[in-house]
């Protein structure tokens, strides 16, 4: 594991962006594809509630391997968003994922005991609920609290899935060394987070609030934003690629498609 000053959490960001302008035209095909496939698997009856969630690890390493290509000079086709599912280690992804899942209902759980179930009740609604209607600021604080209580996993998936399916590490020993080299690179990770939150979070939100408060119809801002916010996912999803790349490669030299 390499050490990185906490000024590399921007340089993040940026290379995401500059991966994303090489090829962009077959990263926002994989990233539809990715949506269109979720879109799929989700109507399968009972279990179609949890595959998305379970198969994350899996199509992660898509979006990871085309990076590690664009730096290589290939050109990312479509089936990269099969990669996971073609590695010998996905049996070992999949259980990432059962774990994942876990670790997402556990973190729903412990924000029922501050939110009085407001977030568990917004997010598993099978008919839309308006966050008006429910106590106020009750479901913040949940929203809150479950952050909080699920970033220590967070930390442990962040890199699991790369050094499981190009490391070959076990599930327990990649969640160990993802967690303590999150840890040991906090103050980058915070600056990585914080530029992201005002890029795709906070600078698109006032610019739809300006936009609605000029056209007076906020469906319509709403509804012209998201292929702006899908731009924004898939230049996020490129810049998970340098995280890795800084803390576990020696240099740009040492990667190859």
């Known amino acids: 594991m390499n050490s990185v000053p906490a000024s590399t959490g921007w340089l ?27 879109m799929g698997i989700s109507l399968v009856p009972f279990i179609g ?7 994350i690890p899996v199509f992660a390493m898509s979006f990871m391997q085309a990076c590690r290509l664009i730096e290589g000079g290939v050109r990312v086709k479509p089936t990269v968003l099969l990669v996971g599912f073609r590695s010998e ?32 009740e917004f997010i598993s609604s099978e008919k839309p609920v308006d966050p008006k209607d429910l106590p106020q600021g009750r479901l913040f604080f949940g929203m809150l609290m ?53 890029i795709s979070g906070l600078l698109p939100a006032i610019f739809v609030e300006i936009l609605a408060l000029v056209t007076g119809n906020t469906g319509f801002v709403v509804l012209l934003m998201m292929p702006v916010l899908a731009l924004f996912t898939t230049i996020r999803y490129c810049s998970f690629y340098p995280t890795y790349q800084d803390i576990f490669e020696q240099s740009e030299e040492s990667v190859h498609p």
Not at 95 to 102: E, P, V
Request: aromatic share 24%; with cysteine.
């Open 12 to 38: 993040w960001v940026k290379r995401g962006f500059s991966l994303f302008r090489q090829q962009p035209a077959e990263m926002l095909t994989l990233f539809f594809a990715y949506m269109f496939f979720n």
């Open 49 to 55: 509630r949890f595959l998305p969630l379970v198969l």
């Open 89 to 120: 280690f996905f049996l070992r992804l999949f259980a990432l994922g059962c774990l994942y899942l876990l670790a997402i209902s556990g973190a729903a759980l412990i924000s029922q005991l501050f939110d009085d179930g407001a977030l568990f």
């Open 146 to 198: 479950a952050v909080l209580a699920f970033l220590p996993a967070l930390m442990a998936f962040w890199f699991a899935g790369p050094l499981i399916m190009w490391h070959g590490m076990s599930v327990p020993k990649a969640l160990f060394y993802s967690f303590f080299s999150v840890k040991r690179a906090a103050k980058a990770f915070l600056i990585y987070a914080l530029s992201w939150f005002l």
